[in-house]
T-cell receptor, first 116, second 113 residues
């Protein structure tokens, strides 16, 4: 596949459960971003990786949110002890900044998380 | 799929007319701007971008205008088609090295056949 892929596409969790959301960026893309999109709003930045290094996690709303990218490709966003306010679409984006390309971030389809 | 933009401002246009979607951005230091299109159940799709050293850029059927004086961005879509119906977001990059994007609140475009 040529684009960013995310799994699962939909996730329903009971309040208090832990969830893990996966992102497969475009092959070779160095940088990876996670965004949170509440219903009816624009995406909001959560965190950013360059290769395996997490360079910015200023947007993570609480210490229940954790992201990793151990080998510099696939990334996982983990939410511990989910709360109802965590219900949102979680978007992943990737960008290639080393080949003189544009700064365009390419987004995946998102994971819709519903916490009951 | 889920619905994007239930409470967003809506622009309704007749098929074949031109559409203009406006956006006010927040940071005068931003140096890169992007318009994204988002259909229900999908992620944002790149439409067109512009850097702060330009005031106009044209693509296929789309034009982006940047007015840095009043921190305003607009997207013009020529000969709007039913497939253009979606929610449109502007996004700005703050000019730092992280490439983090700040998104606007979005506008829903409805194209009447």
């Amino acid at each position: 596949g040529a684009g960013v892929s995310q799994s699962p596409r939909y996730k329903v969790a009971k309040r208090g459960q832990d969830v893990a959301l996966r992102c497969d960026p475009i092959s070779g893309h160095v940088s990876l971003f996670w965004y949170q999109q509440a219903l009816g709003q624009g995406p909001e930045f959560l965190t950013y990786f360059q290769n395996e290094a997490q360079l910015d996690k200023s947007g993570l709303p609480s210490d229940r949110f954790f992201a990793e990218r151990p080998e510099g490709s696939v990334s996982t966003l983990k939410i511990q002890r989910t709360q109802q306010e965590d219900s949102a679409v979680y978007l992943c984006a990737s960008i290639n900044i080393l080949h003189g390309g544009t700064d365009t971030q390419y987004f995946g389809p998102g994971t819709r998380l519903t916490v009951l | 799929g889920e619905s994007v933009g239930l409470h967003l401002p809506t622009l309704s246009v007749q098929e074949g007319d031109n559409s203009i979607i406006n956006c006010a951005y927040s940071n005068s230091a931003s140096d890169y701007f992007i318009w994204y299109k988002q259909e229900s159940g999908k992620g944002p799709q790149f439409i067109i971008d512009i850097r702060s050293n330009m005031d106009k850029r044209q693509g296929q059927r789309v034009t982006v205008l940047l007015n840095k004086t009043v921190k305003h961005l607009s997207l013009q879509i020529a000969a709007t088609q039913p497939g253009d119906s979606a929610v449109y977001f502007c996004a700005e990059n703050m000019g730092d090295s992280s490439y983090k994007l700040i998104f606007g609140s979005g506008t829903r475009l409805l194209v009447r056949p």
